[in-house]
């Protein structure tokens, strides 16, 4: 199976065979947040993508090494070289210290990935722990030649670093007009160009977050950490390197730009780009208040939300569509997920049921190469760049085969033994493991006790003792015991 997975590699612009560098070991980086503000639907979408993308290799028996950073430094205010870093900003305005802040949402993150049932990676490590070897790397691409220092700040000279090499390759941008377009700012600005862009800041006395380093007391750039990270746990080349496409520049070209000068090679085999969540047609940002967070979509406490979604609906939404291709988020579209994940669920419950029953009849040729071909086509749709919209499409079409089955129209005896425990096998595996899809639990815990324990007395009311009986066995099967108080009937957890 391994050799049919087919990746969309952004740097080729083409669907490329995918060779692991050292196969059956994978490396792969993925940008995670900006710990400065709640996780929003914006962080969903790669969370939830490059889960898959992990889970899938996974299942094809690779040994992946997935890392995923924390930015809790030098990401500033428009992604720019100047301005106030997010994370101090958040600070000063919440009279906090960075860290504190930087744990806060870190552990929110964490929080909601975890309501989304999206894996922890292997490592996951934070800007602000690795400044020395962000510090040895700006060391090393000034000691080949591009970069300089200026005022205390240290900056890559794109020029230089362009005229031997294709920057604005992976972004698609022409070289040409990003330097064209960039005044020479001699005696305005420490950059020579405006195009250059910062490996280490020089802080301001106000600053608070700041590093010794051999050019001043301050902090690196933002790019600067991915490279530096990724280099460190993944090697100077590793399989594959992922985030939103709003990252593509100039974060990652940025990337790419100091791994060259600094290790002489690209850093990324494959580069993987999902495509942005619009709202209503429009791009989410708080300036449109538009901005959705986390918390609210699951609690259903903003004014643009008709109710609350469960994480599993978010999850299944954002899965329904290809990561290249766009998504639009709307009250009715998060209604129909809803709906389709439900299907989905009560298939796997039915699924996990099903027992085969040997019968005299004879086999249904048709019916088994259908379901053979059903199962090969869920697995096409991922092999093909990780499609999972066709994959649930496939997904819909062996589930209707289940339900005929469950419903008894399709008798198992007239299906080969190993053609149905394929099906059931497959259906619960791209289900739970690969596309991550759990049961929600629907059920008011506290709602259901209640209503049983009426009947319970309404039992012992009527002297039903075998009724009476019979609930309390099924309240232990739960782990629950009733106990007939004076003042009535009350529970308890069995200790
Ligand atoms: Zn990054």
């Known amino acids: 199976m391994k050799e049919k997975l087919k990746i969309y590699n952004t740097l080729s612009r083409t669907k490329e065979l995918f060779e692991p560098i050292n196969a059956p070991h994978v490396g792969m980086y993925v940008c995670g947040p900006t710990v400065y503000g709640e996780a929003h639907l914006g962080n969903a979408r790669p969370a939830i993508v490059f889960d898959v993308v992990y889970r899938y290799l996974l299942h094809l028996g690779y040994k992946v090494r997935y890392v995923r950073n924390i930015t809790d430094v030098g990401h500033l205010e428009q992604d720019s070289d100047d301005g106030e870093d997010k994370i101090a900003k958040k600070a000063r305005l919440e009279k906090l210290e960075p860290m504190e802040i930087v744990q806060l949402y870190t552990d929110a993150y964490h929080e909601v990935m975890k309501k989304l049932n999206v894996k922890p990676p292997s490592i996951e490590p934070h800007a602000s722990g690795h400044i020395t070897e962000q510090i040895s790397m700006v060391e090393e691409i000034i000691k080949n030649g591009f970069a300089y220092e200026s005022n205390g700040s240290v900056y890559f000279d794109v020029e230089k670093y362009a005229k031997n090499s294709d920057y604005g390759k992976l972004s698609g941008r022409i070289v040409e007009d990003l330097l064209s377009g960039t005044r020479d700012l001699e005696g305005q600005s420490e950059k020579r160009k405006s195009a250059d862009f910062a490996l280490w800041k020089k802080a301001s006395p106000e600053h608070i977050m700041r590093w010794v380093s051999p050019w ?106 290809q990561y290249r291709g766009t998504l639009d988020f709307s009250n009715e579209s998060l209604e129909a997920a809803n709906k389709g994940y439900k299907k989905i669920i009560n298939g796997l419950r039915i699924s996990k049921k099903l027992i085969y029953i040997e019968s005299e009849k004879p086999k249904d040729v048709k019916l088994n190469e259908e379901l053979l071909k059903l199962i090969d086509q869920c697995f096409d749709g991922m092999n093909d760049d990780f499609n999972t919209a066709i994959t649930i499409g496939h997904l819909f079409n062996l589930l209707k085969k289940i339900n005929s089955i469950y419903t008894g129209s399709i008798e198992t005896g007239v299906i080969e033994k190993e053609v149905f425990d394929k099906t059931i096998s497959t259906y619960g595996t791209m289900v739970e493991n690969i596309l991550g899809l759990t049961e929600e639990k629907a059920t008011d815990m506290e709602g259901f006790i209640t209503a049983l324990i009426e009947l319970y007395k309404d039992a012992k009311a009527n002297k039903q003792y075998d009724k009476v009986d019979m609930i309390r066995a099924q309240f232990k099967t739960q782990g629950i015991v009733l106990k007939d108080m004076k003042t009535g009937v009350d529970w308890g957890y069995e200790e």
């Open 216 to 321: 001043s007391d301050g902090f690196p750039g933002w790019h600067l950490e991915c490279s530096a990270m990724s280099s460190k746990y993944l090697g100077k080349q590793f399989d594959i390197h992922g985030g939103g496409m709003d990252l593509m520049f100039p974060h990652h070209e940025s990337e790419i730009a100091q791994s060259q000068a600094c290790n002489k090679c690209s850093p990324a085999k494959y580069w993987l780009h999902n495509n942005m969540i619009t709202i209503n047609g429009q791009k989410m940002a708080k300036s449109l208040g538009n901005f959705i967070t986390m918390n609210q979509l699951f609690s259903g406490s903003s004014p643009m939300l008709h109710g609350a979604y469960s994480p599993m609906t978010v999850r299944f939404f954002i899965l329904q569509a």
